[in-house]
């Protein structure tokens, strides 16, 4: 059994199947068709199954698949250790990073780090909050930055800041509206939010019913782009974390006003796998990440956030 065997396995199942890890890879397909068969012999099994629909993989595969991933990660770990004792960094960290936190945080994140070890190269897994924790529950990422992580298995959290949901809605007045609004008052205003798979969504149908209210979403988008145009275009309002919109506060497009009667905030965290340790490179770029966080909050750009001693969470991350 070869390293290059458990490496092009490994790319098929995390690709979804022989074309994308192809591309990946930069190897041509019928090279891993033939590293895949010539693993399947050795272990006397079938480990994939191609069909019209794409790329499957069998129980034992999948098997295979946790003990190849473990082999493979406990590899990169031994080499940053030694690269670490000559003082050189290198190497690739995944980091769970949901859009509503990406606009904000992605460039900073990327140039910290290349600044200060240019061996390490950031690789962000950037979806929905949801999309984030799954990929942190398989392993998929070293690390994320989550503000849900209070449902999610298997999965050590280290709560960073507190983070207030703001109204947003388009500026109408040539001065902005910063006075804060009561949460009962948005029963009355048509709005633009995602599904109820979203965190923020859920919490705050919550907190109305909580207070005998109910939402007017009058249109349901799960692309944050969609949402922040139609926001600044006026077709409706949205509930969301100030990073999410905070550039179009700041470009004069949008007001912002915190929410309270309840207020409405939560718990951003930090959070990493209970199986899968951090290298020596993922341990350094977790730290320019807390440092990243704290500083936004210290110089004002996450507008009402509060560092946070770490404390315990409810289910909700909140």
Known sequence: MKLIQLQYFCSIVDQGGFIAASRDLNVAQPALSRQVSDLENELCC????????????????????????EILEKIDTARSDMQLKSELLTGDVIIALPVGLAAQLAALIVQQVARQYPGISVKLEDGLGYQ???????????????????NLQNVTFDPVLEENLFFFKKREEHEPVTTDIDLIDLQ??????????????????????????????????QSLLTIRSMVKAGIGATVMNWPSMSDLWFSGDVDARRICKPSLSRTVCLAVPNFRQLSNSAQVTYEIVRKILASEVANGNWKSGKILENRAMNADGF
């Open 132 to 150: 984030a924790g799954q990929s942190l529950e398989a392993g998929k990422a070293d690390f994320g930055i989550l503000a849900n992580v209070g």
């Open 188 to 221: 009355a205003v048509p709005l633009v939010m995602p599904n109820r798979k979203v965190h923020v969504r859920r919490n705050l149908e919550n907190m109305m019913i909580k207070i005998g209210g109910r939402l007017n979403i009058c249109y349901e988008q």
């Open 46 to 69: 079938q480990l994939l199954v191609r069909g019209p629909s794409g790329t499957s993989v069998t129980d034992a595969g999948q098997k295979f698949y946790n003990h190849a991933r």
